[in-house]
Every structure is written in structure tokens, then in C-alpha cells.
């Protein structure tokens, strides 16, 4: 720990005077504002929104508003497209990340080692990223769409299509479009990432590692890896959380369509929210979503606490 | 030998390069087509004509201009708001010791886990008696919460970056608190400061949803709900589509690739804590 | 006139106790050196006087205020930090105004303090520089510079040497001193090497524990440890500690080293203890010496002992031998004659620099040295 900070608030006695008694406000003064606006917009509206699931919430129907116990959560129990939207959501999430990070790793490691040109090679493949994601959503939409884009016929060149069509209006394959795009954006933030920790390992253990005869394959295998596993857990976490909570780009692309076949739970979510207005059943789904988030991250936070002994 | 593992290097490093620029590049393609060779001429990988129609169109004759200038003042607010206040809790979280530190810093941890849809509902109830439906302030206030918990880990990060010394140097100088924070350590921070107003801005003109359940009238609409009702209506117009598109695309591109290095700095300290 | 005195100042960080019961008067234009080792609290008691740390218990004043709740900008101090704190976005004429500036100070006399200062310290020629842009010698001057210019009642140094190199170090150290001799205010100054504190000092205050061990004049310091562990901590090499019995001798008392000699007391200063007792016996390397290289010694006593081994370091040479089982240095200068380990050499010891410890507690029994009249 470091010796400079101020311990106003931890120097034993309570406060005596009133300087003591302000340095002791001081923090509290800075981060009030903050903290608020996150606690007013956020947490409150979480409860509400919890306190939703259990009541008959639909905005047409103003009158038959009231609480209905577990009544939506019962209606989503026997409901056939949120097992579908669950399932599909473990999918989504899934190959979006696992592409994420292993393309990720793999721009990473090209973009280590210095080579003629990387600084412009750099900032144009981190593009994507700052692409707004309704953008590209939409711009995917349309690579799709074989009237406007020769993405299709290459497809089917390779032998991926059967024919130069939609992916996006096949039950079997609209799921793979959002998760093509959400890749396409997501992969310049795990380079991103990796790179500053592929930085942070220290290079005399490489060193020591060539002494030791290892290749390259080996060090990577031996060293670069378990270095980057503890480091990288909370970064998965969060991102893998963060996936899994985003509609935009399946309400963009497919609206969950055709007939709910690319459907996840936060656009199912979102589309009974707006569409539907029925607040209730939104919240009961929302809630369920968390719920299932918590476990994952208890569960993963539990995986890094086994890897950091 | 070597040639060979050369050459797929660089391969591999064009296969990124075209994988990460093909989408924009053909957005651009599209938006420059003249609308009669958009048929002819859709999937080859230029137009043998380009035009600059569709861009005159957008900006001279559609309502784009408008959600584009809805959107400018929406992600500026949005970014001003949270840095000053992702300042304040920055440098509390650096600089101060006192109760409830860690369950504050959890908490907003925690936040980012929250699925944003289950705002949604409540977040309507919430603002429509106060009045901030349907308008761009309600927009600022609701993006604020959100993109605030991550600006205050990245400011925590570069407050970290600064000697504690500095500042008590400055105290015995004769500042106050206050004035070291303004005159020694933010002018040393303006690197961090720039990262996270660029990230807000961004993340800011991302939006979507909310906007899209909050906003009504044409006048305040942004420019992602511009585009998606543009997209919706029947007969879509591709090349004014996507000459908006990429108008949409430019501010978010400059801003980013300004920060870009300041955020990887913020990004390697973050992560390495992490 | 700014004399500091602290009255049973205590700190606590959370359960941890860093300073006990911290009473110390400072003269106004003293010089006052806190040396001890890593921990012990040096850097926390300054810190407490300069207002960047609270203070959980006692009183601090400077001058005639108590400044317990004053922060560090009223106090009327300056500080130069161990890595010097300079401010990288300012040069180095801005660095050195900026005190005055925030107060509100007069252009004119901005310039004329700050050109007076770095006259003084030899800074002038880089003013216009970024901290960035100066070597390690001189950004500790421009620090200086900087404390300097506030024109302070007190100056706080928080071990501003330790990131120079050890010849730097030294000039600087003379730089120091010879910079209080012009610019005369009160001085705290925290180290942990002697040597700084030995040459600078007025006073020293030897801390150990987050407690005074002494307070003295570097003389008093170094020739009347108050206990083992300033004998041990202050010297290089430190003062030798042996294991002894005090015995009858005669009328009077002497002390025995088992295995060794047996060491005649002096009754007059080492009056009231009792023959029969464990002590531990200090013995500065330099009252020590072979017999036939030793200099004039006020109560020479002779021995023999075996030389183990000999170290010669140009103008002095350190030589250990073994004396009841325990290994000994001795200091010589300039010797002129080859030394090598040998068997049964003749030794002689200075009676006149004994000192005796209590083995449990470690305070200070008796000495036989005079210190002389001041
Ligand atoms: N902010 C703090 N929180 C908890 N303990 C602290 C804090 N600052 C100092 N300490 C503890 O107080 C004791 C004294 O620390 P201090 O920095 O005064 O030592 P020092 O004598 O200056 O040592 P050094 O020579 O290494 O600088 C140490 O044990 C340290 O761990
Ligand atoms: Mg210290």
C-alpha cells in the first residue's frame, strides 16, 4: 500500500474538529454527483423493473394493471420462443466471443511484433470498433442481401451457400449474420486488450525459456498462456456479459426473425417492451436474464479464484 | 522456407485488413453507385460511374441533418457530463481512503453486468411524470448512468498514473484541494480526459434502444432511429441509405482514432490491474 | 522565528500504530535530522508536520500556532519530495513561482525571488526548461529552488538524495549544509543514512519503531549511544557489541569478556553498578588497534588477540579479529605497515571508549568516555 494517501476516514477516533470532519465529507463531496445520477438511473429502475415481473403490466391495457404474483413468470415457463430465445442466446454468445477472442489473440500477436506499416495497419483494422453497432448491424444487413452485395455469391463460390441468397431469412442461418457482425466489431477490443497484457509479460521469461530449449509453440503453450489466463478472466467476464445483454444487432439485422428462429432473450426482452408494451412480461424475461448472468459470473469468478492459487 | 512463412504472414495480415475494412468500403461503394447501375452493377467491386447524388440528397433534402445535429448535441452532452463527473469519482477512488470505498466500487462493477433492457420498462415509468420523455436532455441524463461507471474506471486508471506527491507538492505550495486537482493533475491528465470524452461521444452516438423508446417526434429523433425508420419505410432507397451511413460513420471514426492510443494506455492499465 | 515542537504525537493507520508518543523541541534555525531504519516512521512524523497526514492523537506547533487542523498550505513550510515532485508540465522558472503565484504575488516579485534562487543554487541557465529536460543533480536543485523561494519558516526534507548517485549524493550534501548557512530556517530532514545525518546535523533524532531511541548532537549521538541499537544503527562499521559480566577488580570493577580480556572500569563513571551483572560491552572499531600501528589511545589497554582478516581501503583499514569466540572490527588509519591474519597479535584497547548496555532492555548502563564541555 502506498504511504501517501489521506486517511481521513480511517485514523481511528471519529472526527473531532471541523476541518477533520470535512477532509472526512472531502471524497464523498467528488463522488456524489456521480454515484447518484448512476444510482437514480440504474439501480432504482432495476428494482422497479423486478417489482414489473410480478404484476399484469401492459401499457394498452391500463385497467387490468395490478399485481399478478407469478403469473409471467408461469407464462414464460410454458412460452415455446423463450426457450428458443434462451438457447439461442447461449449460441449468440458463444461463437461471438470464442471468434472474438481467438481472432483477437490472433491480431493481437501479428500486432506485437513490429513490421513495416503497422501504426496505419493498426488504427485501420481497430476501425470496426468504432463503428456505432446499429451501423453495423445495418451494414451487415445489407453485405447479406445479395442484390446490393457479392458477399452471397462469394459464399456460395466456396461452397458455404448453396445458392447466392439471404442468410438472414433462413431459419437455419439467420443467427450466424448478427454473430458475423458482432465478431467483425468485437475483435479489435480483445486485440486491444490482449496486446497490453501480451506486453506486461515479462521478456526474461522468455529468455529463459529459449535457454531452456522451448519453441515458440512451447512458450506460447507455457508461458504466454498462463499469463494471460488469470489476467483476461475479468475482461471475459465482462464482455461475455456484455454480448450476451445486446439486441441491437439482431433487432437490426433479423428482429429475431424469421419466426423468432434467431431470437435471443435480450431482444425478446426489448420487442415486448416496445413492441408488445407489455411491461410485465419484459420484466419477467429481463429478470430471468440476470438471474442467469449472476450465476455466470459467480461461476466464473470461482474458475479465476481456482486459477490464481 | 522462410519466404514462405513471410509471405502467409503477410497474408494473414491482409486477410485482417480486408476482413475489417471490406464492410465500410462497400458501404462507401454503394453510397457513390448512380441508382441506375445499382442493379447492373450491384455486386462488382466498383461502379463503373460514381456520384455524389446521394450525399447531396441526404444532406440537402432529407430530415438527416437534423437527427445528425440531435445526435452531435446528445453525445457532446453525454461526454462533457461524464468526464467532469467521472473526474470527480476518479480521483475520489485514487486519492481517498474512506468507508464504503469497496462496496461502491463493486457497485459499479456490478452495473455493468445489468442487462440494459431490463431498464427499459422502468426507465420509461420513471421519466415520463418528470417530463423527460421525449426530449434530449432525458437522452443525456439516461446515457450518462450508463457510460459513467466504465469513464470512472478509466479515469481511476489515469489518476493512478500520476504521482501522489505532485499534488501534496502543490498543497504545500499553498493550493487548496481542489486547486492542485485543477492546476497540477488535470492539465498533467488531458491525455485521460480526451480518452474518455472521445469513448462517451462514441459509445453516446452508438445508442439505440433507448432512444428508440424514448424518442417520438421527428425533431429530436438521433440518428440511429433516423436511419432505422429510413431503413423501415418500403422502397428503400439503398444509396441514400447508406450515404447517410457513412455520414453517421465519420464523427465516431475521427473521434476514435484520435483517442485510440490514449485508451489502449488506459485499457493495459485496467486490464493489468484486472 | 519558527521553532516546531511536537507533544506525544501519535499516529494510527487503521490497527497499526506507525509513531508512539512523539515529544520533540526544535530550536528556531536548527538543523534536525530523523534517521532510523526502513519503517520506523521518519517519512509519517514529517508528513504529519507538513499537514499531509492527519494526526491521530498530540499536538504539533510551529512558531507560536498549534497546526494540528491547519492544512499544509497554511502552515508556512516547504517540502522537497525523495523523487522532488516537480511539476512535468511547467518549467522550470513556473515550478519555482508557482507558490508564490498562488498566492498572489506581484510578477515582478515572482522574478526577482525565483532569479535570486536560482542564483544561489547555480540553476539560471536552465529556467526555461521542462523538468524532463534537466539530470537528476539538477532537478533536486530546482527542488530546492522551489522550497526555497517560498521563503518558508520551515523546510522539510523527505531523504532528498537517496535517487542520486553516491558521488552526487555527497557534493549535494555539502550543498545542503552550506545552503543552511545562507538561508537560515528551521530544517527537518529525514534519512536513513547515517553518514547524512552525522554531516548535517545539528541534532539528531534516532527513531526505531515509530519511537525515539535518542535525541543528540551527532557527537553525543555517536560516542554516548542512549542504547545498543543507536550503537548499532549510527557508525560504519558499527559499534562492536560483546556479551560481558561485570566482575570485582580489586577496589574496583571491570568488565570480562568471557573467553577474552578482562577490561578495568573506570569507579568514577561507572559508579553505582554492581560487580556480577550481564552487560553488553560497545566498543567503536576505532578504540581498537595491533599495537604496534595504534595511535595515542587515552587509557591504552593491552591484549592479544588472532586477526582473522584485514580489509585495507586505502586511507584506513578495517581488521577483524576474534576476541572470546566473537568476531571484532577495528578501524586503523593509515597504516603503514602490511597486515595479514596472524596468531596471538598484540592488541591494545581505549578504556576511555567503553560503553555499557543492559542485555535486556538495551538502554545505556555507564560509558567511559568524557564528551567535552560545550
Ligand atoms: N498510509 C498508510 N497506511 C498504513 N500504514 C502505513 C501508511 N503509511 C505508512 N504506514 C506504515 O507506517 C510505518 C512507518 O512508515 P514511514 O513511511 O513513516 O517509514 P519511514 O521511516 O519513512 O521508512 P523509509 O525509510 O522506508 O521511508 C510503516 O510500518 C508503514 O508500513
Ligand atoms: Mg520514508
Redesign the pocket.
Known amino acids: 500500500?502506498s504511504?501517501t494517501?489521506n486517511?481521513p476516514g480511517r485514523t481511528g477516533a471519529s472526527p473531532r474538529t471541523s476541518r477533520q470532519r470535512l477532509t472526512a465529507a472531502e471524497p464523498y463531496l467528488y463522488l456524489a454527483p456521480g454515484i447518484a445520477i448512476v444510482a437514480l438511473v440504474m439501480l432504482v429502475p432495476l428494482v422497479v423493473g423486478v417489482s414489473f415481473s410480478f404484476q399484469n403490466y401492459v401499457i394498452f391495457r391500463p385497467a387490468a394493471r395490478g399485481w399478478s404474483g407469478l403469473e409471467n413468470y408461469a407464462e414464460l415457463w410454458s412460452d415455446r420462443t423463450f426457450w428458443l430465445a434462451l438457447a439461442n442466446t447461449a449460441k449468440w454468445t458463444f461463437w461471438s466471443v470464442l471468434f472474438q477472442i481467438s481472432l483477437g489473440l490472433g491480431l493481437a500477436l501479428i500486432l506485437e511484433k513490429p513490421f513495416p506499416g503497422r501504426a496505419i495497419f493498426q488504427s485501420l483494422v481497430f476501425l470496426p470498433w468504432a463503428v456505432p453497432t446499429f451501423l453495423s448491424g445495418l451494414n451487415w444487413q445489407w453485405l447479406f442481401n445479395p442484390i446490393v452485395s457479392p458477399l452471397p455469391g462469394m459464399l456460395s463460390a466456396i461452397g458455404m451457400l448453396d445458392e447466392p441468397r439471404n442468410i438472414l431469412s433462413d431459419p437455419d442461418l439467420a443467427l450466424y449474420g448478427p454473430i458475423t457482425a458482432m465478431i467483425w466489431w468485437g475483435v479489435p477490443f480483445f486485440a486491444i486488450t490482449l496486446l497490453a497484457a501480451l506486453r506486461s509479460v515479462p521478456s526474461d521469461l522468455y529468455e529463459a525459456a529459449a535457454i531452456d530449449g522451448a519453441t515458440g509453440w512451447e512458450a506460447f503453450r507455457h508461458i504466454t498462456v498462463p499469463f494471460l489466463l488469470p489476467m483476461m478472466t475479468i475482461t471475459i467476464l465482462l464482455r461475455t456479459v456484455w454480448v450476451a445483454n445486446s439486441p441491437e444487432l439482431i433487432f437490426v439485422m433479423t428482429g429475431g426473425g424469421p419466426a423468432n428462429t434467431s431470437q435471443t432473450l435480450p431482444n425478446y426482452v426489448f420487442t415486448s417492451a416496445y413492441s408488445s408494451m407489455n411491461f410485465g412480461y419484459a420484466s419477467a424475461l429481463a429478470s430471468v436474464l440476470m438471474v442467469l448472468l449472476v450465476f455466470y459470473s459467480i461461476f466464473l469468478l470461482w474458475i479465476r479464484g481456482r486459477l490464481g492459487q | 522456407m522462410r519466404i514462405v512463412t513471410t509471405a502467409g504472414i503477410w497474408l494473414i495480415r491482409f486477410a485482417y485488413l480486408a476482413f475489417a475494412l471490406f464492410p465500410l468500403l462497400w458501404l462507401l461503394r454503394i453510397a457513390l453507385t448512380p441508382d441506375q447501375l445499382l442493379y447492373t452493377e450491384g455486386t462488382t467491386l466498383w461502379p463503373s460511374v460514381i456520384t455524389f447524388e446521394n450525399f447531396r440528397y441526404v444532406i440537402e433534402e432529407s430530415p438527416f441533418p437534423t437527427y445528425f445535429l440531435n445526435t452531435v448535441i446528445v453525445s457532446l452532452g453525454t461526454a462533457a457530463i461524464v468526464t467532469v463527473l467521472s473526474t470527480g469519482i476518479g480521483y475520489a477512488f485514487s486519492r481517498f481512503r474512506f468507508r464504503g470505498k469497496t462496496a461502491l466500487m463493486v457497485f459499479l462493477v456490478i452495473t455493468q453486468l445489468f442487462p440494459i433492457v431490463m431498464l427499459i420498462t422502468p426507465l420509461y415509468q420513471i421519466l415520463a411524470p418528470v417530463g423527460l420523455v421525449d426530449t434530449r436532455i432525458g437522452l443525456v441524463v439516461v446515457f450518462t448512468a450508463f457510460n459513467l461507471p466504465f469513464a470512472a474506471f478509466l479515469m481511476h486508471s489515469f489518476f493512478e498514473g500520476i504521482p501522489r506527491e505532485l499534488e501534496q507538492a502543490a498543497m504545500i505550495d499553498g493550493c487548496t484541494r481542489f486547486q492542485a486537482l485543477i492546476r497540477i493533475i488535470l492539465p498533467l491528465m488531458l491525455p485521460g480526459v480526451g480518452a474518455t470524452l472521445g469513448f462517451v461521444f462514441t459509445a453516446a452516438w452508438s445508442e439505440l434502444l433507448f432512444s428508440l423508446m424514448l424518442i417520438s417526434s421527428e425533431a429530436k429523433k438521433t440518428f440511429a432511429v433516423g436511419l432505422l425508420s429510413f431503413v423501415g419505410r418500403s422502397g428503400v432507397d439503398w444509396g441514400q441509405m447508406m450515404a447517410a451511413a457513412t455520414l453517421a460513420l465519420i464523427p465516431p471514426a475521427i473521434f476514435f482514432t484520435a483517442i485510440q492510443k490514449y485508451l489502449v494506455g488506459g485499457l493495459t492499465a485496467g486490464a493489468i490491474k484486472g | 522565528m519558527a521553532e516546531v515542537s511536537l507533544k506525544g504525537v501519535v499516529k494510527r493507520?487503521g490497527p497499526?500504530q506507525?509513531v508512539h508518543d512523539f515529544t520533540l523541541d526544535i530550536a528556531h534555525e536548527e538543523f534536525v535530522v530523523f534517521v532510523?531504519p526502513?519503517?520506523?516512521?521518519?517519512?509519517?512524523t514529517l508528513r504529519m508536520i507538513a499537514g499531509l497526514e492527519d494526526i491521530s492523537g498530540g499536538e504539533i506547533r510551529i512558531g507560536d500556532r498549534v497546526v494540528n487542523d491547519l492544512p499544509p498550505r497554511a502552515r508556512d513550510i516547504s517540502m522537497v519530495f525523495q523523487n522532488y515532485a516537480l511539476y512535468p508540465h511547467m518549467t522550470v522558472r513556473d515550478n519555482q513561482g508557482f507558490g508564490l503565484k498562488i498566492a498572489g504575488s506581484p510578477k515582478s516579485e515572482i522574478a526577482e525571488k525565483v532569479g535570486r534562487a536560482a542564483k544561489l543554487l547555480g540553476i539560471e541557465s536552465f529556467l526555461t526548461r521542462k523538468p524532463a529536460a534537466l539530470s537528476g543533480g539538477q532537478r533536486q536543485r530546482v527542488a530546492m529552488g522551489r522550497a526555497i523561494v517560498r521563503d518558508p519558516a520551515v523546510f522539510l526534507f523527505d531523504?532528498p538524495l537517496s535517487n542520486l548517485d553516491a558521488k552526487l549524493r555527497g557534493q549535494m550534501r555539502t550543498e545542503i549544509r552550506k545552503l543552511h548557512e545562507k538561508v537560515r530556517t528551521t530544517v527537518i530532514y529525514?534519512t536513513?543514512d547515517q553518514v547524512e545525518a552525522m554531516t548535517l546535523a545539528d541534532r539528531i533524532v534516532v527513531m526505531r519503531d515509530g519511537r525515539i531511541e535518542q535525541v543528540g548532537t551527532p557527537d553525543e549521538v555517536y560516542h554516548l549511544p542512549a542504547s545498543d541499537f543507536v550503537a548499532g544503527f549510527i557508525g560504519s562499521p558499527p559499534m562492536n557489541l560483546l556479551d560481558a559480566r561485570t566482575v570485582r577488580d580489586g577496589d574496583g570493577l571491570a568488565v570480562e569478556i568471557p573467553g577474552g580480556p578482562r577490561l578495568p572500569l573506570d569507579p568514577e563513571a561507572c559508579r553505582g553498578i554492581e560487580p556480577g551483572r550481564d552487560v553488553r560491552l560497545g566498543l567503536r572499531p576505532e578504540a581498537i588497534a595491533p599495537e604496534r600501528i595504534a595511535s595515542e589511545m587515552r587509557r591504552p589497554f593491552s591484549f592479544t588477540a588472532d586477526i582473522t582478516l584485514v580489509e585495507p581501503l586505502g586511507g584506513e583499514a578495517l581488521i577483524f579479529l576474534e576476541i572470546g569466540g566473537t568476531e571484532v572490527t577495528a578501524r586503523v588509519f593509515r597504516p603503514n605497515t602490511r597486515l595479514s591474519p596472524e596468531k596471538d597479535v598484540p592488541f591494545v584497547v581505549d578504556l576511555g571508549e567503553l560503553n555499557l548496555f543492559d542485555p535486556e532492555s538495551g538502554r545505556r548502563l555507564c560509558g567511559t568516555r568524557r564528551m567535552p564541555t560545550q
Open positions: 500500500m504511504t494517501v486517511d | 493507520f497499526v506507525a532510523g526502513s519503517g520506523c516512521g521518519k517519512s509519517t531523504e529525514v536513513h
